[in-house]
C-alpha cells in the first residue's frame, strides 16, 4: 500500500512539474521567437527604436515612442476609472447589497468579463463616443480648453474614449478578485469593529487597510495587464493617430493597435519586424509591469499581516 501511494506521489509530482515546466517554455519559446523576427529592426534601428517618434514605413523610419505612449496613458487612464468603481461595487455587494441583489450583480460582471472585445469596440463607436463628445469633452473643452490636457478640437476618438471603454472592461476583472478578497476577512474581526462603536464606514476602512489591500492591489494589476494588451475594442477608438499629444481629447495610438491595423500592410522585410518588435516592447513592459507588482506585494503582505496582528 505505501509502495503505491508513493509511486502515486511520485508521478503526480512529476506530472505537475511538466505541466510548470510546459508554461515556462511556452513562454520562453514566444520570447525567442519575437526576438528572432525582430532582430533586423533591432539591428538596424537600435535603442533608438524606442526614443523616435516618427513612423513612417515609407522612409523606413520606425519609431514606437507614440504607440508606447499611447499605450502607457490609456491603461492608467483606465486603472484610474477602474479601481474606485470596482472596489466600490465590491464593497457594496459584500457589505450592503440584500441577498436579492448579490446574486443578479455578479452575474451580470462576470457576464462583461465575457463579452469579445470586438463588441466592445463596437459599442464605443456608436454610444461612448457620441455621449463622451457630446455631454463631456465639448463642455469640458469650451470650459476648460486652456489647460493642455484638454486643448484641441474635440472629434470623438481619442485617448480619453480609449481609457474609459478600457475601464469598463477591466472592472468585471477587479471587482471579481476585490470580492473574493473581502470574503475571506473573518466575520468576528468586523463585528468586533462594530463592537466597540465604531461605524459601518471605519468598519470597512480598518478591514480593508489591515487585510485587503494587497488582494485589491493584485486585483489591479491584473487588470492593468488586461489593457495594456487589449487590441480591439483600443484600436476602434483611440483614433489611431502615431502622436504624441497631451490633450486627453486627441486621438492617440496603442502598440497592440498598431500590430493589428498594419500587420497585413507590411510588405518589407524591415517593416515586418518593426512591427514585431513593438510585439517585444509590449512583452517587456508587460513583464516589468507585472515585476514592480511582485516587489510592491512582497512589501505590502507583511505589513498587512503586522497590521492584523496588532
Known amino acids: 500500500m505505501n509502495s503505491r501511494g508513493n509511486i502515486k506521489d511520485f508521478l503526480f509530482e512529476k506530472t505537475t512539474a511538466l505541466f510548470a515546466l510546459f508554461v515556462l517554455a511556452l513562454t520562453l519559446l514566444l520570447f525567442a521567437l519575437l526576438v528572432r523576427e525582430s532582430l533586423p529592426a533591432i539591428r538596424k534601428i537600435g535603442a533608438s527604436f524606442v526614443t523616435n517618434t516618427t513612423w513612417d514605413p515609407v522612409l523606413e523610419e520606425f519609431g514606437a515612442l507614440p504607440f508606447l505612449y499611447g499605450t502607457v496613458v490609456s491603461s492608467f487612464l483606465a486603472i484610474l476609472i477602474a479601481l474606485p468603481l470596482g472596489v466600490g461595487a465590491a464593497i457594496f455587494i459584500n457589505e450592503f447589497a440584500p441577498d436579492w441583489l448579490k446574486t443578479p450583480v455578479s452575474f451580470l ?21 457620441p455621449i463622451l463628445r457630446d455631454h463631456f469633452m465639448k463642455p469640458v473643452s469650451r470650459v476648460l480648453g486652456w489647460i493642455p490636457l484638454f486643448q484641441g478640437p474635440v472629434y470623438g476618438p481619442s485617448m480619453l474614449a480609449a481609457g474609459v471603454l478600457l475601464s469598463i472592461m477591466i472592472v468585471p476583472f477587479i471587482l471579481s478578485v476585490s470580492r473574493e478578497v473581502l470574503a475571506t476577512v473573518p466575520k468576528v474581526q468586523k463585528e468586533a469593529v462594530l463592537s466597540l462603536g465604531g461605524t459601518r464606514w471605519e468598519m470597512i476602512r480598518i478591514v480593508i487597510g489591515q487585510h485587503c489591500i494587497p488582494g485589491i492591489f493584485g486585483a489591479t494589476i491584473l487588470g492593468l495587464g488586461r489593457a495594456l494588451g487589449e487590441t480591439m475594442a483600443v484600436t476602434m477608438v483611440i483614433g489611431n493617430r502615431p502622436d504624441i499629444v497631451l490633450s486627453l481629447f486627441q486621438p492617440g495610438y496603442s502598440m497592440a493597435a498598431v500590430i493589428a491595423n498594419e500587420f497585413t500592410e507590411a510588405t518589407g522585410d524591415l517593416y515586418l519586424s518593426a512591427l514585431v518588435e513593438i510585439g517585444l516592447v509590449l512583452f517587456f513592459l508587460t513583464i516589468v509591469v507585472h515585476l514592480v507588482a511582485k516587489l510592491i506585494l512582497n512589501r505590502m503582505v507583511p505589513e498587512a499581516r503586522k497590521g492584523a496582528a496588532r
Request: net charge negative; proline share 5%.
Open 109 to 129: 460582471a462576470e457576464l462583461l468579463a465575457a463579452i469579445p472585445s470586438v463588441i466592445y469596440g463596437l459599442w464605443g463607436i456608436f454610444v461612448l463616443l
